[in-house]
């Protein structure tokens, strides 16, 4: 009975964490369904994966930079809020629903493998409105960068499934998550076609990790090796660095002669053409980059760059972390999350890496090139996820290094 009772705990854990990485998703999927969930509804998903949290609760594990980053976090706004003219450009709701949440959700013993298969359950039903979701904007035919983002991590799913946790699952299991694979093939379709260079892009680096670091299928270690088609690969992509212009008409050209169409790689060639890759964000960093220099140790104020610039947001959550906090926040926040996913990745456990290169993908690529740092759940939950996996076994190598002193002691009571 306590086993149920814990197997249904940890169930209710991995759907809330499901639910909230997909929580855009799933309000698209409910605003097609209702319209008036298009206003409100990511507070509804958010207030259901909170609950679900809630349900599952019974033990958690705190480290210390789940504590202290969401201080920080919260002291900065609250300063901001009662010091700087204009305030955040952000709600303190969505600050603790985007940036603070995540930190509770690992706190749980959350199995990502899970997550993953959940995520294609819940999702899947975007096939029965796609009509309403996917909707085609304008003569490029075009889906809003927010539907674009919205399925990615979903997008990602599918594919960390097929490549990796297919070869690992049980024959019935196998094929029912193949077929719910099919509906992220259609979003990944329309995303390639229709969408936003970001998430493409993001896909890309997923298979780039896929390619670098393969599992051992006999054990939880993964083998990082340099293959053929890594080698191709690499090649091919200082290539398109080198001579993307000429390369990308000749692969638009090809593609057109086929009929086939990828809207972002359109997009690259007009903005080639225009000098202007990427599209107007040089100004943004440039930007950002002065009010970090302005103001190196505190920042100027969390979420602020709207108020300050009159632009929405750097458009790179490196830069609106130093912009917005400056020396402290960069260090506590960034600092411990490299020395965190170094330490994953040192470990070499396929059970760490494979969750974390999806996360990582899905979050921080993306987040290089777009959108408001602080309402990228994806990325504080990659954060926080780093944080939670790779925080030092200072316990173990204590318990270690006690067990080898006394192991040298007895040897000298003998001798």
Not at 134 to 156: Q, T
């Amino acid at each position: 009975m306590t086993l149920r009772a814990t197997n249904i705990r940890k169930g209710l854990g991995n759907l809330s964490v499901a639910f909230y990485l997909n929580c855009q998703f799933v309000r698209s999927i409910l605003a097609a369904v209702v319209p008036g969930f298009t206003a409100h509804g990511i507070r509804f998903v958010i207030v259901i994966s909170a609950v679900l949290f809630l349900l599952s609760v019974r033990t958690i594990a705190i480290g210390l930079y789940q504590i202290l980053i969401p201080f920080v976090i919260v002291l900065y706004y609250l300063v901001t809020s009662y010091l700087f003219p204009g305030g955040s450009a952000i709600s303190f709701f969505e600050v603790f629903s985007y940036a603070i949440m995540p930190f509770f959700l690992t706190m749980l013993d959350v199995d990502m493998s899970k997550v993953v298969k959940l995520t294609l359950i819940i999702t899947a039903p975007a096939m029965l409105v796609s009509n309403k979701i996917f909707v085609h904007l304008g003569s490029g035919n075009v889906i809003k960068m927010l539907l674009s983002y919205s399925i990615l991590f979903s997008a990602s799913c599918g594919l960390t499934y097929l490549l990796y946790y297919r070869g690992y699952d049980r024959k019935a299991g196998k094929f029912i998550y193949t077929v719910l694979c099919l509906p992220q093939i259609y979003y990944l379709f329309e995303m390639v076609s229709f969408g936003s260079r970001g998430p493409i892009l993001s896909l890309i680096v997923l298979v780039i990790l896929i390619m670098y670091f393969k599992p051992d299928n006999k054990s939880d270690i993964i083998n990082r090796h340099f293959s053929l088609s890594a080698l191709l690969f690499s090649i091919a992509a200082v290539l398109i660095i080198m001579f993307s212009e000429e390369l990308l008409s000749i692969v638009s050209q090809y593609l057109g002669d086929h009929n086939i169409r990828i809207r972002s790689l359109n997009k690259m060639i007009r903005l080639s053409d225009e000098a202007d890759v990427l599209h107007g964000r040089s100004d943004y960093y440039a930007l950002a980059l002065q009010g970090f220099i302005d103001s190196p140790a505190f920042g100027k104020g969390f979420d602020m760059f709207a108020t300050n610039t009159g632009l929405p947001y750097p458009h790179n959550f490196f830069l609106q972390l130093a912009y917005d906090g400056g020396i402290i926040m960069l260090i506590i926040v960034l600092v411990p999350v490299f020395q965190a996913s170094v330490r994953i990745l040192a470990k070499k456990r396929f059970s760490l890496f494979v969750p974390w290169a999806l996360l990582f993908s899905a979050s921080v690529v993306g987040s290089l090139f777009s959108g408001d740092l602080w309402m990228r759940y994806v990325l504080w939950f990659f954060f926080a996820y780093s944080l939670r996996y790779g925080k030092k076994d200072v316990l173990r190598k204590m318990m270690k290094t006690i067990s080898l002193q006394r192991r040298k002691k007895i040897v000298r009571i003998k001798g």
